[in-house]
């Protein structure tokens, strides 16, 4: 009898936690976008790359990508949950990128560098 009772204890936590997880990652905005700018300095190029995720609940609509001076790249409309990558182009300053789009989002995000290990390629 205590065995079954213990067993429908952490049953219903192990239940409760995989809930809350889950409510967790729920969209909470209508309208989200994250965005990571990442530039990796290698000895002879620069990999560099810009990944947009909506994470609102509805789509967005002429998501612009700027980045930097007059280098602007049109994305269009992404779906909720959609992610996508873009480049920049040859040239362009990798200091930031400032990505708008309609329902007053404008997001000014800074490139950031990974982590660089010893002995990991590209190090």
């Known amino acids: 009898m205590r065995i079954a009772f213990v067993v429908a204890i ?3 936590i192990i239940v409760a936690a995989v809930v809350a997880m889950y409510a967790s990652q729920l969209p909470t905005q209508d309208y989200s976008l994250s965005v990571d700018a990442l530039k990796d300095e290698q ?20 998501v612009m990508v700027n980045y930097g001076g007059n280098s602007t790249e049109f994305v269009g409309t ?7 990558t873009v480049s920049p182009p040859e040239g362009t300053q990798l200091t930031f990128v400032t990505v708008t789009a309609d329902h007053d989002i404008k997001i000014v995000q800074a490139y950031r560098a990974p982590i660089k290990l010893p002995g990991m390629i590209g190090s």
């Open 10 to 12: 952490a049953g219903g």
């Open 43 to 62: 000895s002879i190029f620069t990999n560099a790359r810009v990944v947009l995720s909506n994470t609102g609940r509805m789509p967005l609509t002429n």
């Open 78 to 84: 992404m779906a909720p949950g959609h992610k996508t």
